[in-house]
């Protein structure tokens, strides 16, 4: 893991354990690169990479300081900027799934595109519907390379596929690019989620991506429109 993460990741932990308390200034930048000998330019990423998440605020000329958020929403902001998917959004609930396809194929010409691998790449194709407290809410079609995610298995979809990446294979999952669309659901999606004939659904887009610039997931998932929830923090 970069440094500066590391610094985000243990002021992050500090806040959220309210050592660093709501409306609080942070230490200077200058006690910041003392207390975990790093540069100024480390100490500014991590806290940029902060803001960015939305857990702190820069003030011109008074320094940094913590945002005035509720403890549920920092919590939902940072499992939201880790990153860490379905299973961990429900992690106080019930999470199963049920896989509908799971084989190796050569990635289709705009699945190549998206993960910038060749187009006679092997993927994995995954399809399967993710379920909460057993209701389904999500359908996922998910393609991923295989000699980037190797030695994926069905009982790993069956729980979860970023699990599996991050604490088997100690890869470090990054970021998202997300297009999300409203339309209409077909027949086969409200079979599967149990909706009725005119229901809308959510469609998100997906291009995830190692710590190292690695596209290694592109994914069409379709939310239930009634458990289908957008947020973020928008800085100026």
């Known amino acids: ?50 803001v960015a998440e939305g857990l702190i605020v820069k003030k011109r000329g008074s320094g940094t300081f913590v945002k005035d958020v509720q403890t549920q929403e920092m919590q ?10 379905f299973t961990a959004t429900y992690a106080d609930r019930k999470v199963s799934s049920i896989v509908l396809d799971f084989s190796v194929i050569s990635a289709p010409e705009r699945v190549a595109t998206y993960l910038n691998i060749q187009k ?17 809410l999500v359908i996922e079609s998910m393609y991923i390379p295989i000699h980037v995610i190797t030695g994926l298995k069905k ?6 596929v970023y699990k599996y990446i991050e604490e088997d294979l100690g890869l470090k999952i990054q970021s998202a690019h997300r297009t999300i669309r409203v339309r209409k659901s077909t027949a086969e999606e409200q079979r599967h989620l149990r909706m009725q004939e005119h229901d809308p659904v959510a469609e998100v887009e997906q291009v995830a991506f190692l710590d190292n610039g690695q596209a290694f997931e592109y994914s069409l998932s379709v939310h239930r ?3 289908f929830e957008f947020k973020t923090v928008i800085l100026r």
């Not at 006690?31 to 330019?41: D, F, G, N, T, V």
């Not at 092997?122 to 389904?136: G, H």
């Not at 009982?155 to 979860?160: K, P, T």
Request: net charge positive; aromatic share 10%; hydrophobic share 35%.
């Open 76 to 85: 939902r902001m940072t499992l939201s900027n880790q990153f860490r998917g």
């Open 155 to 160: 009982e790993h979809l069956e729980a979860s």
């Open 1 to 50: 893991m970069t440094k500066y993460r590391e610094i985000a990741n243990d002021i992050r932990s500090k806040i959220l354990k309210g050592i660093y308390k709501k409306n609080e200034q942070l230490p200077f930048e200058k006690e910041l690169c003392e207390k975990y000998h790093a540069s100024k330019m480390t100490v500014k990423k991590a806290l940029d990479l902060l």
């Open 225 to 227: 429109y009634d458990a």
């Open 120 to 136: 006679d790449s092997f993927v994995y194709a995954i399809r399967r519907v993710r379920c909460v407290d057993d209701q389904p």
